[in-house]
Antibody, heavy 116, light 106 residues
Framework: EVQLVESGGGLVKPGGSLRLSCAAS????????LKWVRQAPGKGLEWVSS????????YYADSVKGRFTISRDNGKNSLYLQMNSLRTEDTAVYYC?????????WGQGTTVTVSS | DIQMTQSPSTLSASVGDRVIITCRAS??????LAWYQQKPGKAPKVLIY???SLEGGVPSRFSGSGSGTEFTLTISSLQPDDFATYYC????????FGQGTKVEVK
């Protein structure tokens, strides 16, 4: 079964750090671009970051640039998001998703809450 | 940045109704548009890609059309499972979503 499973979410204070992980299974991980997407409570979807198959092309939304770092380990079939200098407005469900243009496989999401 | 604007924000409909959701891009995105369905507490699911291509396994009552800056998602006969929120997404330049359209029971 093709699957993405996120982990690493939790409660963190403003200014703190968190590292999200996304474990993939059921497909050739190293042949797909991957994304992080988030959804604040009661709000719409926001693209956060993107990484190409070999990590050569990496992009960030302006809202997280300089604070978040995306990476992947093709040997471990895993995607990561290092989040530093967290703000209250980063509170959201974070999803990983597969695809370069449109995204055809999504994880179930992991919740990040930034609050004092 | 490319902005995506959906209308309406909320749509009240009954089972069997024909439903049309519109998405407008702030600049020409050719056919690089996808539509997603999201139910509460669940991840989004892709319905349509390249403006009009139906994702595998998606019922044929869903269809997409448009190019350039104007796009529509049509549900030909609304079913009980279709009450959800729908998002358009452009992937011409990075990725941007519309604000969503909630289809609710009339």
């Amino acid at each position: 079964e093709v699957q993405l499973v996120e982990s690493g979410g939790g409660l963190v204070k403003p200014g703190g750090s968190l590292r999200l992980s996304c474990a993939a299974s059921g497909f050739a991980f190293n042949t797909y671009g991957l994304k992080w997407v988030r959804q604040a409570p009661g709000k719409g979807l926001e693209w956060v970051s993107s990484i190409s198959t070999g990590s050569s092309y990496i992009y960030y939304a302006d809202s997280v640039k300089g604070r978040f770092t995306i990476s992947r380990d093709n040997g471990k079939n895993s995607l990561y998001l290092q989040m530093n200098s967290l703000r209250t407005e980063d509170t959201a469900v974070y999803y990983c998703a597969r695809g370069d243009g449109w995204w055809d496989v999504w994880g179930q999401g992991t919740t990040v809450t930034v609050s004092s | 940045d490319i902005q995506m604007t959906q209308s309406p924000s909320t749509l009240s409909a009954s089972v069997g109704d024909r439903v049309i959701i519109t998405c407008r891009a702030s600049q020409n995105i050719s056919i690089w548009l996808a539509w997603y369905q999201q139910k509460p507490g669940k991840a989004p699911k892709v319905l349509i890609y390249k403006a009009s291509s139906l994702e595998g396994g998606v019922p044929s009552r869903f269809s997409g059309s448009g190019s350039g800056t104007e796009f529509t998602l049509t549900i030909s006969s609304l079913q009980p499972d279709d009450f959800a929120t729908y998002y358009c997404q452009q992937y011409n330049t990075y990725w941007t979503f519309g604000q969503g359209t909630k289809v609710e029971v009339k």
